[in-house]
């Protein structure tokens, strides 16, 4: 793969149903996740479940196509910000769903690809807007750390093209 | 089931009402503008320990630069209401969900009855009322004057509005039987305040349209003669089955085999835990769901059934 994509947003939330909180810079840590964030906290909706959740990825692209009703699924365009959609990163020019199993940098830290992230009635509930089937497929990724370290917006994003040894599926 | 954010709000000002009525405005520390609520909304608040409490919005539904909430220190109730009064003071954070509504108002000409504190709800209610002309009367009980709370209801309904205060000999009493006997059967009815008062306005509009008769409750009615009795749930999509035995709810037991299930009052009230049922002989034992709404809904934290009920989870 070739391509180079960028970090735009960086979001955390201190518990599970709060609000995200925007940072300009974050410190990711290996084996855990964002530092003050619910799931590396272990107080995440979904902390209880083992799973690969130390960080959340979500395309810009995904959020442009809701803007603009793409695909008309849903009845109305539906606008979600940054801040609302409960993943911890905001990229754009990334392929997510290709990122399954491979490992990647963003700037001085690498992640791997552990599964795609589905959408959940939960986020519905939270944002009371009808945004489960409109996300589907484009949900996101759920990502491990592999080497941890300090992001920012900005941040570039490339593909290492290396199979992770990380679980995935 | 509805989640909800919740936000870290801060406490910008409070106005003392009355010696235990306090009202506290809450503001967003980053963003101007608060999510949108409409007349009747209540938030949750989350307590220091962790617990609970529902409290209506008494501010300006069009003035979303902050919230307000209007508390009552209830000395002999769950310690919410205390610890407001005493810790959730100027500049501290309150952690505050967005807004729901169990008391949607209809777009009709409608009577108020409010009962001490239980007028929170209808000051919202009242002035949306009063906008579109639709208000046919406010009246408002109360033990004590409140006078800063009467003062804001005369602000926009002072032809319609009538007080009554029982510690004052000369002021007048509610007759809520000759109030209800003579009203237009059109009007919807909405009516907050201690359960005596919801019990008869209940009773007395008993051959009434259900639709038309509105009630917010705080707490919900404790049947002493209840008895609960284990059952079955059975989750429609995996075909699980789980016991609920007789001293825990279904919520209990779909959080302990797992599932994710966001709640909040744990009374039958909030209206948080909301689930569809598709069978079963369900006991419903909250006070939010309308008898429309029971025919396959019902609140996991306090309802539950003889025999099994299918959950839609």
Same mark, same amino acid.
């Given at each position: 793969?070739?391509?180079?994509?960028?970090?735009?947003?960086?979001?955390?939330?201190?518990?599970?149903?709060?609000?995200?909180?925007?940072?300009?810079?974050?410190?990711?840590?290996?084996?855990?996740?964002?530092?003050?964030?619910?799931?590396?906290?272990?107080?995440?909706?979904?902390?209880?479940?083992?799973?690969?959740?130390?960080?959340?990825?979500?395309?810009?692209?995904?959020?442009?196509?809701?803007?603009?009703?793409?695909?008309?699924?849903?009845?109305?365009?539906?606008?979600?910000?940054?801040?609302?959609?409960?993943?911890?990163?905001?990229?754009?020019?990334?392929?997510?769903?290709?990122?399954?199993?491979?490992?990647?940098?963003?700037?001085?830290?690498?992640?791997?690809?552990?599964?795609?992230?589905?959408?959940?009635?939960?986020?519905?509930?939270?944002?009371?807007?009808?945004?489960?089937?409109?996300?589907?497929?484009?949900?996101?990724?759920?990502?491990?750390?592999?080497?941890?370290?300090?992001?920012?917006?900005?941040?570039?994003?490339?593909?290492?093209?290396?199979?992770?040894?990380?679980?995935?599926? | 089931?509805?989640?909800?954010?919740?936000?870290?709000?801060?406490?910008?000002?409070?106005?003392?009402?009355d010696d235990d009525l306090v009202r506290i405005w809450l503001k967003h520390?980053?963003?101007?503008?608060?999510?949108?609520?409409?007349?009747?909304?209540?938030?949750?608040?989350?307590?220091?320990?962790?617990?609970?409490?529902?409290?209506?919005?008494?501010?300006?539904?069009?003035?979303?630069?902050?919230?307000?909430?209007?508390?009552?220190?209830?000395?002999?109730?769950?310690?919410?209401?205390?610890?407001?009064?005493?810790?959730?003071?100027?500049?501290?954070?309150?952690?505050?969900?967005?807004?729901?509504?169990?008391?949607?108002?209809?777009?009709?000409?409608?009577?108020?009855?409010?009962?001490?504190?239980?007028?929170?709800?209808?000051?919202?209610?009242?002035?949306?009322?009063?906008?579109?002309?639709?208000?046919?009367?406010?009246?408002?009980?109360?033990?004590?004057?409140?006078?800063?709370?009467?003062?804001?209801?005369?602000?926009?309904?002072?032809?319609?509005?009538?007080?009554?205060?029982?510690?004052?000999?000369?002021?007048?009493?509610?007759?809520?039987?000759?109030?209800?006997?003579?009203?237009?059967?059109?009007?919807?009815?909405?009516?907050?305040?201690?359960?005596?008062?919801?019990?008869?306005?209940?009773?007395?509009?008993?051959?009434?349209?259900?639709?038309?008769?509105?009630?917010?409750?705080?707490?919900?009615?404790?049947?002493?003669?209840?008895?609960?009795?284990?059952?079955?749930?059975?989750? +429609?999509?995996?075909?699980?089955?789980?016991?609920?035995?007789?001293?825990?709810?279904?919520?209990?037991?779909?959080?302990?085999?797992?599932?994710?299930?966001?709640?909040?009052?744990?009374?039958?009230?909030?209206?948080?835990?909301?689930?569809?049922?598709?069978?079963?002989?369900?006991?419903?034992?909250?006070?939010?769901?309308?008898?429309?709404?029971?025919?396959?809904?019902?609140?996991?934290?306090? +309802?539950?059934?003889?025999?099994?009920?299918?959950?839609?989870?």
């Amino acid at each position: 793969m070739g391509w180079t994509g960028k970090l735009l947003n960086i979001h955390i939330a201190p518990e599970a149903s709060y609000e995200m909180e925007e940072l300009a810079e974050a410190e990711l840590v290996a084996g855990r996740g964002l530092v003050g964030d619910r799931y590396y906290l272990g107080r995440g909706t979904y902390s209880p479940k083992l799973d690969c959740r130390e960080v959340t990825l979500i395309e810009q692209e995904a959020l442009d196509a809701l803007v603009r009703d793409d695909p008309p699924m849903q009845g109305a365009a539906i606008k979600i910000q940054p801040f609302e959609h409960r993943r911890n990163l905001t990229v754009e020019g990334v392929p997510l769903n290709h990122l399954v199993g491979y490992r990647f940098s963003i700037g001085e830290c690498i992640l791997s690809g552990g599964r795609l992230n589905f959408p959940c009635r939960y986020l519905e509930q939270l944002l009371d807007r009808p945004v489960f089937l409109p996300l589907y497929n484009r949900s996101g990724l759920n990502c491990w750390i592999e080497k941890g370290g300090v992001i920012r917006p900005g941040d570039e994003i490339v593909p290492l093209n290396e199979v992770t040894s990380k679980p995935h599926r | 089931m509805s989640a909800r954010i919740i936000m870290k709000l801060h406490v910008e000002r409070r106005d003392q009402l009355d010696d235990d009525l306090v009202r506290i405005w809450l503001k967003h520390p980053l963003k101007p503008h608060l999510p949108a609520w409409s007349p009747g909304a209540h938030v949750d608040l989350r307590l220091e320990d962790g617990k609970i409490r529902q409290y209506s919005l008494t501010s300006d539904p069009q003035d979303l630069s902050r919230y307000a909430i209007t508390v009552k220190r209830e000395n002999d109730g769950r310690g919410g209401s205390s610890w407001i009064h005493e810790y959730l003071i100027e500049g501290v954070e309150a952690r505050v969900s967005t807004p729901r509504n169990n008391f949607v108002l209809s777009e009709t000409r409608s009577l108020l009855i409010a009962g001490g504190v239980g007028v929170t709800p209808l000051i919202s209610m009242g002035q949306a009322l009063n906008e579109k002309n639709l208000l046919y009367a406010f009246h408002f009980c109360s033990r004590r004057r409140q006078s800063n709370v009467e003062r804001d209801l005369k602000n926009f309904c002072d032809s319609t509005l009538s007080t009554y205060v029982s510690d004052e000999p000369k002021s007048p009493r509610l007759d809520l039987v000759a109030l209800i006997g003579s009203l237009p059967r059109d009007l919807h009815i909405y009516c907050c305040g201690p359960k005596r008062l919801m019990a008869e306005v209940k009773e007395l509009t008993n051959d009434w349209n259900p639709k038309q008769i509105h009630f917010e409750f705080f707490s919900t009615e404790i049947d002493e003669n209840y008895k609960p009795e284990p059952f079955n749930v059975i989750i +429609s999509s995996t075909g699980q089955t789980l016991r609920v035995p007789e001293n825990h709810s279904i919520l209990d037991m779909l959080r302990m085999a797992g599932h994710i299930i966001p709640s909040s009052c744990r009374q039958g009230v909030c209206g948080t835990c909301e689930c569809v049922y598709r069978s079963g002989d369900v006991i419903h034992r909250d006070s939010v769901l309308s008898p429309d709404a029971r025919q396959n809904r019902m609140m996991l934290c306090v +309802s539950r059934a003889r025999g099994s009920v299918t959950l839609d989870l």
